[in-house]
């Protein structure tokens, strides 16, 4: 099969699009299809300037398409992904990510994109992971060679505009824009129903098939967690004997790291034992730090900041007895799955959408998302370690599918749209 898919984040970025993205790419690659990837540079990407190329490259390993029968990176790294079309980032910066250059008046991309679609013989599928610039050339791109368009809405924009502070007549607009795109496609995706229910919050009130996330670890048995609990311990220094609790993604507000800090300088004015690891960094990340000094929280927390290594975070995740995550702006974040891959049960904030796939009191634990809220669940959990195990094997039963099915079935569905068409 041929797919072409676009997104407007992908690797370096580590956000949840790209990190969807670049999973999408490596299992199709890996069924044997031929797949290409529509995505700006971020201005970190240490070659921005080459547009098209395979990111391993770098490393030593032979540049590739990923055509069957070419050689496929060996690590299953989303930070080091197969390559992709790119465009240029205009000097404009959202929600500390260069926004996508404007593909219509990019000669070069449209050159080397119209170069690989001939190899490729032209799509059978094209699949949009947003509903902006890369979206609107997914969307040409489909009509153009008459093949059916899925696009996928993952994320509360709204939120985004807000907190980039954008006039009010943008915030009201943006949302009948992304609804007016989807409305343009010919089938819809979400990874679980509330990410669906923001879309029609939006003004779209066509069909949602759900599909959800997945997950780049495998489900790791006791014994194995246990090795990986120790190899961290070691990483860390981490003072033995006591909870841990962490959390990974960006630094930003708006995921309510405010009310994770109130509620651990509530834990540590009472007495309580714990250590606190922070993976990640974001556009408030010195803000973030600032606070957690000012509250006296210097002795229980680590601030590790972006962890890119994938043994890392296996370490981390393995390592960590509950995984703090109040955020009510996430949809459906990886790192919920993630967690739960390593038996690792997640403190999520009640009603929210991060939470929605889960079930208080069997995978997960729902708190309100306040300080004192959110410390009185966790002194419950620190003092019933038995609770904690079987949230944790629950998570692990029940969360954690390996991004392999979930493609796999992406992908019976992408034959299904093609076969409707012949």
């Given at each position: ?10 690797a370096?970025?580590?956000d949840?699009v790209a990190?969807c993205?670049?999973?999408y ?13 529509i995505a700006p ?11 098209l190329r395979a990111?391993?490259?770098a490393a ?5 398409r990923g055509?069957s029968g070419e050689a496929?990176p ?18 404009i910066?959202?929600?500390a990510?260069s926004l ?12 080397e ?9 032209g ?11 890369a ?5 040409r791109i ?12 993952h994320?509360?924009y709204r ?8 006039h ?5 607009l943006l ?6 795109f989807?409305r ?5 995706w979400?990874p ?13 009130r ?8 997945g ?7 006791d014994?194995?967690?246990?090795v990986l ?9 981490a003072?033995a004997g006591i909870?841990m609790?962490?959390?990974v993604?960006?630094h930003?507000?708006?995921?309510n790291i405010g009310?994770i800090l ?6 540590k004015a ?7 690891i922070?993976a990640g ?13 000012e509250?006296g ?5 680590t601030f590790?900041g972006?962890?890119?290594?994938r043994?890392?975070?296996r370490q981390?995740?393995a ?5 703090v ?18 038996a ?5 904030a ?25 410390a009185?669940t966790?002194v419950?959990?620190?003092a019933?370690?038995e609770?904690?195990r079987?949230?944790g094997?629950a ?5 954690s ?5 979930v493609?796999a079935?992406?992908?019976?569905r ?9």
């Open positions: 099969m041929r797919v072409v898919l676009a997104s407007d984040s992908y370096p970025v580590l949840g990190v993205v670049s999973h790419a490596r299992a199709l690659r890996e069924s044997g299809d031929d797949c290409i990837v540079h971020s201005g970190r990407d240490p070659v921005s300037r080459g547009r990111l391993r490259a030593g390993v032979a540049a590739t055509r496929k060996a690590a299953d790294d989303p930070a080091d992904p197969p390559e992709s079309v790119r465009l240029d980032p205009l000097p910066h959202f929600a990510v996508p250059g404007i593909p219509s008046v990019d000669v070069t991309f449209h050159r994109l119209r170069s690989e679609l001939r190899r490729m013989g799509p059978d599928i094209v699949h949009t992971h947003t509903p902006f610039a979206g609107s050339e997914a969307r489909a009509r153009h060679f008459r093949c059916q368009l899925v696009g996928t809405f994320s509360k939120a985004d505009i807000e907190a980039a502070g954008m009010s007549a943008g915030r009201d949302p009948a824009r992304i609804a007016s989807y343009s496609c010919d089938e819809v979400a679980n129903a509330a990410t669906a229910e923001t879309l029609r919050e939006y003004g779209y066509g069909a949602v098939r759900v599909m959800p996330n997950t780049e670890f495998s489900a790791v048995g014994a194995e967690r246990q609990r120790a190899a961290c311990d070691r990483w860390l220094e003072p909870p609790l962490l959390f993604g960006q930003r507000w708006e995921k009310v109130e509620a651990l300088a509530i834990l009472g007495g309580a034992r714990f250590h606190m922070f960094s974001g556009r408030d990340d010195r803000e973030i730090r600032q606070s957690a000094d509250l929280l210097d002795p229980v927390v590790l972006r962890v890119s290594e043994r890392r975070l981390l995740y390592r960590a007895d509950i995984f995550f109040p955020s009510v702006y996430d949809n459906a974040p990886l790192v919920i799955r993630e967690a739960a891959a390593f690792c049960p997640s403190v999520l009640a009603g929210a959408s991060a939470a929605s796939d889960t079930v208080d009191g069997v995978d997960a634990v729902h708190a309100d998302p306040t300080g004192p809220a959110l009185r966790l419950e959990l620190f019933d370690s609770r904690v079987r949230l094997a998570a692990r039963e029940r969360l599918a390996p991004w392999g099915e493609v079935g992406a992908r019976r992408y034959a299904e749209l093609a076969a409707a068409l012949k």
